[in-house]
């Protein structure tokens, strides 16, 4: 039997990019589609140089829509597929991704922000949240996790994979191009050392026995002829999304349950969020920071309990409104008053947002 | 008259050429020789030389480096080498390479001219054990043969902030195992300089110890 790409666990020094391409490998991906775009590259290039050692394969194809749609036909074969993209690249997918709403497909796709409209710069954003997570012609119904370090960008590729699988939903790792080319340590470990079950693959077509005999044809859609049809269609994945949303969701919370002021962000700038709430608590003022990482679905509940309960709400983020439209959208009802805080393509440090929160004291 | 010392860093991605060619140039410099210190980085946007141009220089070392404003579209598909940097082996005094982006990147070097003809020319592979890639022997090994000539190896074995005595002896003793089977020296061992208290002038290869100075967290854009 071949030997495991990482046995038990072991401590390294990486970038965001190669600890994607090891989690991939680690949750047993069979094959990495891609196309190449500025900063995701190197998740391909980790992939190809680990792929030959470890029986894995990969297909580079001539342009973001084909490796969208080959990856979803990966998977239809039963393998565990995934690709990365970015930028001008996300708009391109986005067709693809469609199509994985409206069919159910579990392919894994791993968004690494860069800036936009357009080619903008090849650096970091928060500028694809919108993209990613309600892009293309459809009604969002994705999963997606917005990732802060390294260690998130191992654990939450590996569980992309699990939830995909699980729930038959497309699943997004939403990084950026800070996380990707950032130089930190990790714990890269085998899951299932952890205790952690990877869910197997299955083909979705040709499935083992005769169609009409042993089983029902498989019959996989995108098209509808009426618009019953297709209100019946989209409320079934409306209601499997409701179900799932549950088991699901996922967010953190730092001194948030006395906070007179409360912090929004999401991804790295989470980071820049929680040592502001550490230096505020140290002046003795009451500054709480909620982080949702996954943002579809988003914690609207637990968000909006502390929501209710702040004085002030600040949004934070490097984009022009993509997550505040989102926190809005979520706590439609509470009256709270909303600051926001928008640096679009720009990186956030921790003395940005200590002035902001200080401003609502 | 005084040999030049000129020595290109190649080695894998995020491995620490650049880190260790500045903190090496400016040792030269602090020596009182003339440095030069080359970006031959033409992939990377980020974590190169030309966000600490400025700084270098007012440090006296001569940076040939493009400035991050003049460049378009960076980091698209990689940069246009800098005119200067085809011809920078003609430079008197000391020449410190950093030849960036893996191994892909060991081939720029054929774009200077003269390189591989230069009497005084060190290609040095510069080897972190803590990259996943370079973390046994064989993978080193195997490695440092697929870069092509490389005539010595830097050990800069490291984890970041979580660095300590067991990752950087550890690392000495896999870089001294790889060395012995290529046949090529290890030429230093770098540490950062706030471990200079729990190690000596030598690691437990006995490698000289070169301490440095983080440069590099400032590049990031």
């Not at chain 1, 439609?332 to 679009?344: A, E, L, W």
């Given at each position: 039997?071949?030997?495991?790409p990482?046995?038990?666990?072991?401590?390294?020094?990486?970038?965001?990019?190669?600890?994607?391409?090891?989690?991939?490998?680690?949750?047993?991906?069979?094959?990495?589609?891609?196309?190449?775009?500025?900063?995701?590259?190197?998740?391909?290039?980790?992939?190809?140089?680990?792929a030959?050692?470890?029986?894995?394969?990969f297909?580079?194809?001539?342009?973001e829509?084909?490796?969208?749609?080959?990856?979803?036909?990966?998977?239809?074969?039963?393998?565990?597929?995934?690709?990365a993209?970015a930028?001008?690249?996300?708009?391109?997918?986005?067709?693809?991704?469609?199509?994985?709403?409206?069919?159910?497909?579990?392919?894994?796709?791993?968004?690494?922000?860069?800036?936009?409209?357009?080619?903008?710069?090849?650096?970091?954003?928060?500028?694809?949240?919108?993209?990613?997570?309600?892009?293309g012609?459809?009604?969002?119904?994705?999963?997606?996790?917005?990732?802060?370090?390294?260690?998130?960008?191992?654990?939450?590729?590996?569980?992309?994979?699990?939830?995909?699988?699980?729930?038959?939903?497309?699943?997004?790792?939403?990084?950026?191009?800070?996380?990707?080319?950032?130089?930190?340590?990790?714990?890269?470990?085998?899951?299932?050392a952890?205790?952690?079950?990877?869910?197997?693959?299955?083909?979705i077509?040709?499935?083992?026995?005769?169609?009409?005999?042993?089983?029902?044809?498989?019959?996989?859609?995108?098209?509808?002829?009426?618009?019953?049809?297709?209100?019946?269609?989209?409320?079934?994945?409306?209601?499997?999304?409701?179900?799932?949303?549950?088991?699901?969701?996922?967010?953190?919370?730092?001194?948030?349950?006395?906070?007179?002021?409360?912090?929004?962000?999401?991804?790295?700038?989470?980071?820049?969020a929680?040592?502001?709430?550490?230096?505020?608590?140290?002046?003795?003022?009451?500054?709480?920071?909620?982080?949702?990482?996954t943002?579809?679905p988003?914690?609207?509940?637990?968000?909006?309990?502390?929501?209710?309960?702040?004085?002030?709400?600040?949004?934070?983020?490097?984009?022009?409104?993509?997550?505040?439209?989102?926190?809005?959208?979520?706590?439609?009802?509470?009256?709270?008053p909303?600051?926001?805080?928008?640096?679009?393509?720009?990186?956030?440090?921790?003395?940005?947002?200590?002035?902001e929160?200080?401003?609502?004291? | 008259?005084?040999i030049?010392?000129?020595?290109?860093?190649?080695?894998?991605?995020?491995?620490?050429?650049?880190?260790?060619?500045?903190?090496?140039?400016?040792?030269?410099?602090?020596?009182?020789?003339?440095?030069?210190?080359?970006?031959?980085?033409?992939?990377?946007?980020?974590?190169?030389?030309?966000?600490?141009?400025?700084?270098?220089?007012?440090?006296?070392?001569?940076?040939?480096?493009?400035?991050?404003?003049?460049t378009?579209?960076?980091?698209?598909?990689?940069?246009?080498?800098?005119?200067?940097?085809?011809?920078?082996?003609k430079?008197?005094?000391?020449?410190?390479?950093?030849?960036?982006?893996?191994?892909?990147?060991?081939?720029?070097?054929?774009?200077?001219?003269?390189?591989?003809?230069?009497?005084?020319?060190?290609?040095?592979?510069?080897?972190?054990?803590?990259?996943?890639?370079?973390?046994?022997?064989?993978?080193?090994?195997?490695?440092?043969?697929?870069?092509?000539?490389?005539?010595?190896?830097?050990?800069?074995?490291?984890?970041?902030?979580?660095?300590?005595?067991?990752?950087?002896?550890?690392?000495?003793?896999?870089?001294?195992?790889?060395s012995?089977?290529?046949?090529?020296?290890?030429?230093?061992?770098?540490?950062?300089?706030?471990?200079?208290?729990?190690?000596?002038?030598?690691?437990?290869?006995?490698?000289?110890?070169?301490?440095?100075?983080?440069?590099?967290?400032?590049?990031?854009?």
């Amino acid at each position: 039997m071949a030997a495991k790409p990482i046995e038990g666990e072991k401590k390294v020094f990486v970038t965001g990019n190669e600890a994607t391409a090891w989690a991939a490998l680690a949750a047993g991906a069979d094959i990495m589609y891609g196309y190449p775009i500025t900063p995701q590259n190197e998740i391909m290039h980790y992939w190809t140089r680990l792929a030959p050692k470890h029986g894995k394969k990969f297909l580079q194809t001539e342009d973001e829509i084909s490796a969208g749609f080959t990856c979803l036909g990966g998977v239809f074969s039963g393998k565990k597929a995934f690709t990365a993209t970015a930028g001008p690249g996300n708009t391109l997918m986005q067709e693809p991704m469609s199509m994985a709403e409206m069919m159910r497909v579990p392919a894994v796709f791993v968004i690494c922000q860069r800036g936009g409209p357009s080619t903008a710069t090849v650096i970091y954003s928060q500028q694809e949240t919108t993209l990613t997570c309600f892009g293309g012609n459809g009604e969002g119904l994705r999963i997606v996790y917005s990732t802060e370090s390294h260690q998130e960008l191992f654990d939450y590729t590996i569980k992309a994979f699990n939830t995909a699988w699980k729930y038959r939903f497309p699943t997004f790792v939403l990084g950026d191009g800070y996380q990707s080319k950032m130089r930190e340590s990790l714990v890269m470990y085998d899951p299932e050392a952890r205790g952690i079950e990877m869910v197997k693959p299955e083909p979705i077509v040709r499935k083992p026995g005769i169609p009409g005999v042993d089983r029902k044809p498989i019959h996989l859609r995108n098209t509808y002829n009426m618009e019953d049809e297709l209100y019946d269609a989209v409320m079934d994945i409306v209601n499997d999304f409701k179900k799932m949303s549950p088991e699901v969701v996922e967010y953190a919370t730092f001194d948030c349950e006395d906070a007179d002021v409360l912090i929004l962000a999401h991804g790295v700038v989470s980071r820049a969020a929680q040592g502001a709430v550490k230096q505020l608590r140290e002046e003795g003022l009451k500054v709480g920071h909620f982080r949702p990482i996954t943002l579809r679905p988003f914690p609207q509940e637990e968000l909006k309990k502390y929501a209710k309960k702040a004085k002030n709400i600040l949004v934070v983020e490097s984009a022009y409104g993509q997550f505040d439209k989102m926190v809005k959208e979520n706590i439609y009802g509470v009256s709270t008053p909303i600051k926001q805080y928008f640096r679009p393509g720009e990186g956030i440090t921790v003395e940005e947002v200590v002035q902001e929160a200080k401003e609502l004291i | 008259m005084d040999i030049p010392i000129v020595e290109a860093y190649i080695g894998e991605y995020a491995s620490g050429k650049s880190e260790n060619a500045v903190n090496r140039a400016l040792w030269l410099k602090n020596q009182g020789r003339k440095v030069t210190l080359a970006d031959l980085d033409i992939v990377e946007p980020f974590y190169t030389l030309r966000p600490i141009k400025k700084k270098l220089e007012e440090m006296g070392i001569e940076v040939m480096a493009w400035e991050s404003r003049k460049t378009m579209g960076l980091g698209e598909t990689g940069n246009i080498i800098k005119p200067e940097l085809r011809w920078v082996l003609k430079r008197p005094g000391d020449l410190i390479l950093d030849v960036g982006y893996g191994v892909e990147g060991a081939k720029t070097l054929n774009l200077v001219h003269g390189a591989y003809d230069n009497p005084y020319l060190k290609i040095y592979a510069v080897i972190n054990v803590s990259r996943p890639m370079t973390s046994t022997v064989p993978d080193i090994v195997e490695y440092i043969k697929y870069l092509g000539r490389v005539d010595g190896i830097i050990n800069n074995t490291h984890l970041g902030d979580e660095t300590d005595i067991e990752v950087i002896q550890n690392g000495a003793k896999i870089v001294n195992e790889a060395s012995q089977e290529l046949k090529i020296p290890v030429i230093f061992t770098s540490v950062e300089k706030h471990h200079q208290d729990i190690l000596g002038n030598r690691d437990c290869a006995g490698n000289p110890v070169f301490y440095i100075q983080r440069f590099m967290s400032e590049t990031f854009w």
